[in-house]
């Protein structure tokens, strides 16, 4: 097994083999010893990342996926551990060279059914042995089963017609693909195919199904966070819901017209329950007693942050319900009681994800837990509740909670590399900010500050401020792989993280603020966040910096141009937006943009359209003085390349030090371990030269 020595932030990598078979490369864990306590970029990627989760029939043993990365072979792999519910006991039932996945138990609890290379596998949980059970014409995507295990329904890509066909005749080497409409790029992908559910028999020597969605460009799960989780078997087994976006090209680009569609098995029917609901609607679940269902919606169309709110449709009586309509947070991850009286749900608050329920005859809402936590999925275990939770601390462990809130920790998968770290500190602030209504009281914004390891509060130490994405993506307990706080701190770096204007956990008003005064409010309240922590006698107000991702990197571009005193001494921006109206002919979600700034930028008589435009960063490169370093990745079309270089190729004819980092194979985000590793090298590289 590959052991990692680490001295401060020298890494020697001994390159024998990332795990214990060398033939067939199993990665497994890394053996790790830190030395001073401090984290790196190898520590960083050598966590267990635990997946998925799933409890047997009897409550008795849990079944989980942990993916473990090899630096030298730029990839990583997930094998299925098994547990006790109660944590001990705990065994890993694979070992493979590729990763298993959406692990379903049979329901005598004797096999575990996952997918593996795509096709639907079975273990024998005993022993161990495996074999394939689907031989689908291509790879799926996910699949479950129905509640008697006697079908499978699962996502295949669907491939589209190629338009003008004809044109192709005799050009079987060109690479050319002609097209029509707006749905044509997204995400990271160029749209080619669509996900689409498919209905067969389960057993053995699977074979294609039936089409949910046949002869159509339709996609359910839909791209590019959508999986089985927007799919649900009602308890008899007789109907599926899922959700689907049912239109194509240039309303598919303007809408997040988002719905429910119920799928009758025995007659082939499919029917919308949530017609004339203009938002998105996803995550249905039927109520174990059969009658309902209950899904997230929000209410407007083309807004992708309304807040989302809990809804039921009645079967026996067609009546709908939104219960949520006075809670002013989101409601998300929805787990019916065993009576389908009560629905649990997570909820983000005040920088924190946890648990609530509610009692649906009353719509009364109750707490479950307060952590300091942020909680990412809900199940039953036996009479408790099962939950996967992280902090800013610590990645994601499973938990289990009882319905009085008492929590405990089952998985244990990065206790022993935690134990050697020296993760510094953390300050919850709340920062006067100005009024968001004008007139109305003063407000105060989260802040989070995090200190270095072995802090002195009477040393002297460099900030830098992290401007948050989204634009609405709360800065709230996560254990990033990238923006990973612990490991800015390691460097000796105090962070300043806001949760300005624009993000949700503070109720609506506040998360709704900024669409339309991208270059208002917000960044005040970023500038706020930094002025008052740089008064702090720890802080040296003369080496602050500022970096931020997506939205977070149109704000360092902002910065860039609104540097009023110098303020900051150096700014890095990843995946930003520089050019509004270049990005506003560049998305490929109208919607989106339509929202957010009010309409396109040629609409001049309307005033959120003159206002969101006025703050594009590009008007103001004539100010850009400080040095900044853009980074941006080629597969990324939500915010395209084109916009880091724009903002690059500015900064050199102006003279302003510039560096430029760009990734050839990555998207919005960088997924792969190496790109990851060079990637927090050179953020460090850079401030470094700047800031120390």
């Not at 943009?593 to 609409?603: A, D, V």
């Not at 194979?665 to 800031?691: K, M």
Request: hydrophobic share 40%; glycine share 8%; with cysteine.
């Amino acid at each position: 097994m590959k052991r990692i020595l680490i001295y401060g932030f020298a890494v020697a990598l001994l390159m024998s083999s990332c795990g214990q078979n060398v033939s067939e490369r199993i990665i497994g864990k890394p053996e790790v010893t830190v030395i001073d306590g401090r984290m790196t970029p190898e520590i960083l990627w050598s966590f267990g990342r635990i997946g998925e989760y799933a409890v047997s029939p009897d409550g008795q043993t849990i079944a989980y996926t942990v993916t473990y990365f090899c630096i030298e072979e730029n990839r990583g792999n997930a094998e299925i551990f098994l547990m006790n519910a109660d944590g001990s006991n705990v065994r890993q039932l694979t070992r493979t060279s590729g990763s298993e996945r959406n692990l379903v138990w049979s329901n005598d609890g004797q096999r575990i059914y996952h997918l593996y290379r795509g096709q639907i596998h079975e273990i024998i949980v005993r022993n161990g042995r495996t074999r394939k059970l689907s031989n689908f014409s291509r790879g799926i995507e996910g699949f479950s089963l129905s509640p008697d295990q006697s079908q499978v329904l699962y996502v295949m890509a669907v491939d589209r017609p190629q338009l003008q066909s004809h044109l192709f005749a005799n050009l079987p080497k060109s690479q050319g693909h002609i097209i029509e409409d707006l749905h044509y790029r997204h995400w990271d992908e160029w749209v080619k195919r669509d996900p689409q559910l498919f209905l067969t028999d389960f057993g053995r020597n699977m074979r294609d199904g039936i089409n949910l969605l046949e002869g159509t460009q339709y996609q359910a799960p839909m791209r590019p966070f959508g999986g089985m989780g927007e799919t649900a078997w009602s308890p008899c087994g007789t109907k599926i819901a899922y959700n689907s976006k049912k239109m194509t090209g240039l309303e598919w680009a303007f809408s997040t017209n988002a719905d429910i569609f119920i799928f009758d098995i025995a007659t082939g029917n499919t029917r919308n329950i949530t017609e004339g609901m203009m938002g998105y609607d996803r995550n249905p679940r039927f109520s174990p007693c059969g009658r309902m269902i209950a899904w997230e919606t929000q209410e407007r169309e083309g807004y992708q942050s309304d807040q989302r709110n809990l809804a039921t449709y009645n079967f026996n009586t067609g009546e709908r319900i939104i219960h949520t309509t006075n809670y002013d947070f989101d409601v998300q991850n929805l787990l019916w009681s065993r009576d389908s009286e009560t629905i649990y749900f997570l909820v983000p608050w005040h920088g924190r994800t946890n648990i609530r329920k509610i009692d649906l005859a009353t719509n009364v809402i109750t707490p479950i837990t307060n952590e300091d936590k942020g909680f990412t999925s809900l199940r039953w275990l036996g009479d408790k509740l099962i939950a996967t939770g992280e902090s800013f601390f610590a990645p994601i462990e499973i938990f289990s909670i009882e319905l009085n809130g008492n929590i405990q920790q089952l998985s244990q998968v990065n206790t022993d590399l935690l134990a050697q770290l020296n993760m510094g500190t953390m300050e919850e602030r709340w920062i006067e900010v100005e009024p968001t209504i004008p007139g109305g009281p003063r407000e105060q914004m989260l802040t989070w500050v995090f200190f270095p390891p072995n802090f002195d509060p009477n040393n002297q130490y460099p900030a830098i401020l992290f401007c948050g994405g989204g634009p609405q993506s709360m800065v709230g307990h996560h254990f990033s792989y990238r923006w990973n706080f612990p490991l800015m701190t390691a460097h000796d770096y105090i962070i300043v993280a806001p949760n300005r204007r624009g993000l949700p956990g503070f109720g609506q008003a506040w998360n709704e603020q900024i669409s339309g005064d991208w270059g208002g409010m917000n960044k005040r309240d970023l500038l706020r966040a930094i002025d008052v922590v740089a008064e702090e006698r720890f802080v040296d107000e003369n080496r602050l910096g500022a970096a931020g991702a997506s939205y977070g990197g149109f704000s360092a571009f902002w910065l860039a141009g609104h540097n009023c005193n110098n303020r900051f001494k150096a700014l890095l921006a990843h995946n930003g937006i520089f050019n509004f109206e270049q990005f506003y002919l560049e998305v490929e979600i109208m919607w989106f943009i339509n929202w957010e700034f009010g309409g396109p930028f040629w609409e001049t008589d309307n005033p959120v359209v003159r206002r969101s435009y006025a703050a594009s960063p590009h008007r103001f490169v004539q100010n850009w003085n400080t040095p900044i370093f853009v980074i941006h990745c080629e597969l990324d079309y939500r915010v395209p390349i084109s916009q880091g270089m724009a903002a690059f190729n500015a900064a050199q004819i102006m003279g302003v030090p510039s560096r430029f980092l760009y990734f050839p194979d990555e998207n919005h985000w960088i997924l792969t371990a190496q790109n990851g590793i060079l990637w927090q090298r050179s953020f460090f590289d850079w401030f470094d030269e700047w800031l120390k």
